[in-house]
């Protein structure tokens, strides 16, 4: 990590030196985009942090630890499928959830539900694309984010 941000440094200071104006403006934009997405991030993490406080970690770990086998996965797809989680908040989530005992196989499923999957999105896809497509698009998405889950349960 250290070594990432004496890199960015560097590069940072290779642009202002290049071109401070545009630098400038570039890292101002940066701040607000940050700073834009900050109340989302502090809220998801927020909830997120008082349901693992609530529900206690044994639980977790028995549900979607590294002994919960595909019905952990299972679990964690059906999750990811209906959570509107954008990816900036699902990332440091997954690192939380990791902490707390969760496999890599769950946490990979979960993510790549969230990303590909949308229950909740389903109806104005369907507008769109046809309930058809929509449906299959869907489908496919979750027995892939399944068999990812697998994948990395076996590499790990």
Do not use: Q, W
Not at 54 to 81: D, K, Y
Not at 126 to 142: D, P, Q, W
């Amino acid at each position: 990590m250290i070594i990432l941000i004496i890199l960015t440094m560097a590069v940072l200071m290779v642009s202002l030196v290049a071109d401070r104006k545009k630098t400038l403006g570039g890292v101002t934009k940066g701040l607000r985009m940050f700073l834009g997405i900050l109340p989302s991030l502090l809220n998801i993490l927020a909830a997120v942090s008082v349901v693992l406080y609530l529900i206690p970690n044994e639980t977790i770990v028995r549900l979607m630890g590294i002994h919960a086998g595909f019905a952990g996965m299972l679990l964690a797809a059906v999750l990811g499928s209906v959570a509107m989680i954008p990816g900036f908040v699902a990332f440091p989530l997954s690192a939380i959830l990791l902490k707390s005992g969760i496999a890599y196989s769950v946490i990979g499923t979960f993510i790549t539900t969230l990303m590909m999957v949308g229950i909740i999105t389903l109806p104005l896809e369907a507008k769109y694309f046809g309930m058809k497509t929509a449906l299959v698009r869907n489908g496919l998405s979750f027995i892939g984010a399944l068999i990812i889950g697998l994948l990395i349960g076996l590499c790990i």
